[in-house]
């Protein structure tokens, strides 16, 4: 079942204070679902899921005391096959239920890895990225993000791959 939208606030500047409580609602609800890996995906182009994506991780390392991988991909990545390869092998390494078969993986109790993509409207091998994931919150910017960009940003990641939206005021 896909999260609900989120009403939020634009995420925080990197200061001392702790993400608002929205970050921290999407941090326990993808916890929920299980997921080892989760891909921010803005919905529209020229958006970026950069900022929401880094305090997306530090809630999770200020719930768990543990470090929750960053990773930030560059259209540029996108373009080389073989940075495209290791970012797709990354994530489905932790994700071992979804790559090859394991001897009885154990389920995540919450995300290891958090990555923030261009927007897939621009850059669709992005999608790949996602497909190893398992799991996209599409980043919805108020007023500025088009329902048609959103549309196509879903047909592309397919609607199974999309665990919620992130509503950015």
Do not use: Y
């Not at 239920?97 to 261009?118: E, F, Q, T, V």
């Amino acid at each position: 079942m896909p999260l609900g939208l989120s009403d939020a606030a634009p995420p925080a500047t990197h200061a001392a204070e702790p993400p608002g409580p929205e970050l921290q609602a999407l941090w326990f609800a993808l916890a929920a679902r299980e997921l080892a890996s989760v891909v921010l995906v803005p919905a529209d182009s020229g958006l970026s899921a950069a900022v929401l994506a880094t305090d997306l991780a530090e809630v999770g390392r200020r719930q768990l005391g543990l470090a929750v991988e960053l990773i930030v991909v560059q259209p540029s990545e996108l373009q080389s096959p073989a940075r495209l390869a290791a970012l797709v092998a990354a994530v489905t390494t932790a994700n071992p239920a979804r790559g090859a078969p394991a001897a009885a993986p154990a389920k995540p109790s919450r995300p290891s890895m958090i990555l923030a993509i261009p927007p897939v409207t621009e850059e669709p091998l992005g999608a790949a990225i996602v497909h190893a994931a398992g799991a996209a919150v599409l980043c919805v910017e108020r007023g500025r993000s088009r329902l048609s960009a959103i549309r196509r940003t879903a047909e592309i990641l397919g609607r199974a791959q999309i665990a919620g939206c992130f509503l950015i005021n």
